[in-house]
């Protein structure tokens, strides 16, 4: 009987390295979900060429000096963006950028490539424009605070954010030691207290995606003088761009910077 519980805990354990170790190995392909290169005609593109890879931008001219950046989530094409932020925001000039591997953009994803790529376009951005602000969604918030912790940002907006990976893999795989696996962290949570930047934070109600405690969690840790924070009423984690009350509170906070120097 000892013999048989010991062989079944051997199995078990052996199971669970396996799952560990799978999980490691393939924790890139979970995370990222490369898109497609797509064609637009109602935006320009950019070839941004850095570390030796070919990063595709779309960018928008607008009719001032002011510039954002978009930073997407995980499995999102960047380029459905362009209808919508050309129809609100005809003032400011704007770069959607693919990340490695995605829409047209060369090499594979990973933070530190996104981290090193962000704040390429950023300086490529500054080189044009006087005032830049950056707005990031899901995954991309991870890339947006990093970026607005190292660089002058004039506004950020985090769409649908969590406070690190790490906590967030937690919520779907509690039985792993998350922390000691996972290579790309993206701890925003670790950078929040860093951050002098106004900025809006858009929950999505129901968020399937991300608990609403790991938004919390960011929130509490962002200068609440310069934080504002609004929940989108009815929306998910992949509807929320569709919200008429996303849309007015994304105009609003963007046009108060123009709107104070007037």
Known sequence: MIKVTLWMLFL???AYLIMC????????SMLYYPTPSVNSS????IMLSHQDQSLKVWHIPGSSDRAFIYFGGNAEDVALNIPQFKRLFPQYSIYLHNYRGYGGST??????ALFSDAGALYDYVKTKHREISVIGRSLGTGVAVYLASIKEVSRLVLVTPFDSMVNLARNYYFLVPVSLLLKDKFDSLRRAGRLVTPTLVLIAEYDEV?????ADSLVSALK?????????KGAGHNTIGSSPQYEKALSVFLDQSQSAEK
């Open 107 to 112: 090499g594979k994803a990973s933070e530190t």
């Open 210 to 214: 991300i608990p609403r405690k790991r």
């Open 224 to 232: 609440q003088e310069m934080t504002g924070v609004e929940v989108i």
């Open 21 to 28: 170790a799978l999980l490691y190995t393939r924790q890139r």
């Open 42 to 45: 109602e935006a320009q593109v």
């Open 12 to 14: 078990s354990f052996s």
